[in-house]
């Protein structure tokens, strides 16, 4: 086992460790919730840090799998940055041990970073053509987000709305790079202009929506489906572990399932039914 999957095994398990602590900070997940404004954003944003390291531990993992090297070093990067912060905001707001958790695994990263030897910083390098397609796409993704929201608030805090569907089809017509970033901007600033406190949690679940759909460019139609339903059923699962902690069960289900039918769904069926009219009439070879 190579120094970087040791690094990988270790930030997943004490990842997982911390998030499983923040059981008492939160006041249990069982008993009705009550948390104020600023101990919900300190709580969320450290739970998305700590699913972000886990999902960055998967990618890192899939890319050594799949002898995708090249990738490995900006994975591998950016899970250390995650971990870091991670650790400094866990004991600066909690003052918990458990934060010394990660002190390890940041040791353990410095051997396995300088061992991959990759072929340089890939995924953020973007060229001018994905560059223009990334700003308007993810400004089409906030205006559809933010309009659509704006009409549909949730009883359970949150809002509504069809701006997956931009990303669903970002990511069928680009691949995963132009899905992870238009899902992760787009997400972003139709929070800030709707005005959601937790902004960050966006650009974790809907990047990684974004980077799944990618993965069904130019697969056949199952495939798509397939793939765009996992993906918005995993945005759908990353704001429902945040919202166990600062919501409790029962609200937190309810925006599950609001967000896998009433959103990832309805998206799902409009950016098939638009990417195949646009195939038929020729606009996805000549894009």
């Known amino acids: 086992m190579s120094n970087l999957h040791v690094f990988c095994l270790t930030v997943l398990l004490l990842s997982a460790v911390m998030i499983i602590s923040l059981y008492d900070v939160s006041g249990g997940f069982i ?29 890192v993992i899939f890319l050594e799998l799949r002898e995708h090297r090249g990738y490995i070093p900006t994975a591998s990067l950016a899970l250390f940055c995650t971990t870091a912060i991670s650790f400094v905001y866990y004991f600066v707001t909690f003052r918990s041990l458990y934060s010394l958790l990660l002190l390890p695994s940041m040791a353990i990263f410095i051997v396995a970073y300088l061992r991959s030897r990759g072929e340089g910083i890939r995924f953020f390098s973007l060229n001018t053509k994905e560059i223009s397609l990334i700003a308007v796409l993810s400004s089409l993704t906030a205006v559809l987000t933010s309009v659509v929201g704006s009409v549909f608030p949730s009883p359970t805090g949150g809002y509504t709305h069809i701006g997956d569907t931009i990303i669903f ?26 005005g959601y406190p937790r902004w960050y949690v966006s650009i974790v679940a809907h990047g ?9 460019k130019n697969k056949r139609t199952g495939t798509q489906v397939l793939t765009l339903a996992v993906a918005g059923i995993v945005m759908a699962l990353t704001y429902y572990i945040v919202n166990i902690y600062i919501k409790g069960y029962a609200p937190a289900f309810i925006s599950l399932i609001r967000d896998v039918f009433g959103q990832a769904g309805v ?11 646009m195939e038929k009439t020729g606009l996805i070879g000549r894009i």
């Not at 919900?40 to 450290?46: A, D, R, V, Y």
């Not at 990684?208 to 069904?216: C, D, K, M, P, Q």
């Open 169 to 194: 089809l970002a990511g069928l017509m680009f691949g995963s790079k132009v899905g992870f970033f238009t899902g992760s901007i787009g997400a972003m600033v139709a929070d800030i202009i709707v």
């Open 208 to 216: 990684l929506e974004g980077f799944i759909a990618g993965l069904a």
């Open 31 to 59: 008993e009705k919730i009550s948390l104020t404004s600023k101990e919900k954003n300190s709580i969320s944003l450290l739970v998305i840090l700590l699913l972000s390291s886990i999902a960055l531990n998967l990618t």
């Open 267 to 277: 998206s799902l069926i409009l950016s098939i039914l638009i990417y195949k009219n």
